[in-house]
Protein backbone atom coordinates (compact mmCIF):
# COMPACT_ATOMS: atom_id res chain seq x y z
CA UNK A 1 0.00 0.00 0.00
CA UNK A 2 1.44 3.34 -1.07
CA UNK A 3 1.04 6.27 1.54
CA UNK A 4 1.23 10.24 -0.03
CA UNK A 5 1.53 13.39 2.47
CA UNK A 6 1.82 16.25 1.12
CA UNK A 7 2.92 19.29 2.97
CA UNK A 8 3.84 23.04 1.57
CA UNK A 9 0.36 24.71 1.14
CA UNK A 10 -1.02 27.81 2.32
CA UNK A 11 -1.96 31.37 1.60
CA UNK A 12 -0.21 33.64 -0.51
CA UNK A 13 -0.48 36.99 -2.42
CA UNK A 14 -0.89 36.77 -6.41
CA UNK A 15 2.40 36.77 -8.07
CA UNK A 16 4.22 35.28 -4.99
CA UNK A 17 5.58 31.37 -4.81
CA UNK A 18 4.86 28.28 -3.11
CA UNK A 19 6.66 24.89 -3.31
CA UNK A 20 4.50 21.49 -2.28
CA UNK A 21 5.85 18.42 -1.75
CA UNK A 22 4.52 15.01 -1.46
CA UNK A 23 6.01 12.35 0.54
CA UNK A 24 5.88 8.86 -0.63
CA UNK A 25 6.18 5.74 1.56
CA UNK A 26 5.65 1.69 1.48
CA UNK A 27 6.61 0.83 -2.18
CA UNK A 28 10.13 1.39 -4.54
CA UNK A 29 10.06 4.93 -5.41
CA UNK A 30 12.62 5.49 -7.97
CA UNK A 31 10.94 5.12 -11.40
CA UNK A 32 7.24 4.92 -10.03
CA UNK A 33 5.17 8.10 -11.88
CA UNK A 34 3.93 10.85 -9.95
CA UNK A 35 2.30 13.48 -10.21
CA UNK A 36 0.08 16.54 -9.03
CA UNK A 37 -4.38 17.35 -9.26
CA UNK A 38 -6.34 20.07 -8.24
CA UNK A 39 -9.41 20.71 -7.23
CA UNK A 40 -11.76 23.11 -6.37
CA UNK A 41 -15.44 23.01 -4.51
CA UNK A 42 -17.89 21.59 -7.15
CA UNK A 43 -15.62 21.11 -9.48
CA UNK A 44 -13.76 18.27 -11.24
CA UNK A 45 -10.51 17.33 -9.82
CA UNK A 46 -7.90 18.71 -12.67
CA UNK A 47 -4.26 17.67 -14.09
CA UNK A 48 -1.62 19.81 -13.03
CA UNK A 49 1.61 17.73 -13.64
CA UNK A 50 3.38 14.50 -14.12
CA UNK A 51 6.80 13.10 -13.78
CA UNK A 52 8.10 9.96 -14.78
CA UNK A 53 11.47 8.95 -15.26
CA UNK A 54 12.99 12.30 -17.26
CA UNK A 55 9.42 13.03 -18.51
CA UNK A 56 7.48 15.93 -17.29
CA UNK A 57 3.92 16.82 -18.47
CA UNK A 58 2.17 19.90 -17.46
CA UNK A 59 -1.51 21.65 -18.09
CA UNK A 60 -1.65 24.63 -20.41
CA UNK A 61 -2.71 26.68 -17.38
CA UNK A 62 0.43 26.31 -15.25
CA UNK A 63 2.96 25.72 -18.19
CA UNK A 64 6.42 28.26 -17.49
CA UNK A 65 4.54 28.99 -14.02
CA UNK A 66 5.13 25.73 -12.33
CA UNK A 67 7.77 23.04 -12.47
CA UNK A 68 7.26 19.48 -11.19
CA UNK A 69 10.79 17.92 -10.08
CA UNK A 70 11.26 14.79 -7.59
CA UNK A 71 13.75 13.43 -5.10
CA UNK A 72 14.15 9.68 -5.16
CA UNK A 73 16.98 10.06 -2.57
CA UNK A 74 14.44 11.70 -0.34
CA UNK A 75 11.33 9.86 -1.94
CA UNK A 76 9.94 12.70 -2.18
CA UNK A 77 8.35 14.98 -5.69
CA UNK A 78 7.28 18.67 -5.57
CA UNK A 79 5.60 21.31 -6.83
CA UNK A 80 7.38 24.97 -7.36
CA UNK A 81 4.54 27.22 -7.95
CA UNK A 82 5.58 31.08 -9.38
CA UNK A 83 3.64 33.92 -10.30
CA UNK A 84 0.70 32.59 -8.68
CA UNK A 85 -2.70 33.89 -9.44
CA UNK A 86 -5.85 33.74 -7.60
CA UNK A 87 -7.54 31.16 -9.77
CA UNK A 88 -4.35 28.78 -8.50
CA UNK A 89 -6.66 28.69 -5.58
CA UNK A 90 -7.57 25.00 -5.22
CA UNK A 91 -6.75 21.97 -2.87
CA UNK A 92 -4.13 20.05 -4.44
CA UNK A 93 -3.59 16.35 -4.25
CA UNK A 94 -0.19 15.05 -5.03
CA UNK A 95 -0.74 11.16 -7.26
CA UNK A 96 1.02 7.89 -7.91
CA UNK A 97 1.30 4.83 -9.81
CA UNK A 98 -0.32 3.67 -13.21
CA UNK A 99 -1.87 5.38 -16.03
CA UNK A 100 -0.41 8.82 -16.96
CA UNK A 101 -0.80 10.78 -15.85
CA UNK A 102 -0.67 8.84 -12.71
CA UNK A 103 -3.98 8.33 -10.71
CA UNK A 104 -3.83 5.14 -8.64
CA UNK A 105 -2.94 6.76 -5.31
CA UNK A 106 -4.21 9.60 -3.80
CA UNK A 107 -2.49 11.86 -0.85
CA UNK A 108 -5.21 13.61 1.13
CA UNK A 109 -4.55 17.31 -0.44
CA UNK A 110 -3.10 20.82 0.67
CA UNK A 111 -4.80 23.99 0.94
CA UNK A 112 -3.20 26.81 -1.51
CA UNK A 113 -5.01 30.13 -1.35
CA UNK A 114 -4.01 33.16 -3.48
CA UNK A 115 -5.38 36.03 -2.51
CA UNK A 116 -5.78 39.56 -5.06
Known amino acids: QVQLVESGGGLVQAGGSLRLSCAAS????????MGWFRQAPGKEREFVAA??????YYADSVKVRFTISRDNAKNTVYLQMNSLRPEDTDVYYC???????????WGEGTLVTVSS
Open 95 to 105: AGGSGWPPREN
Open 26 to 33: GRTFSGYP
Open 51 to 56: ISGGLT
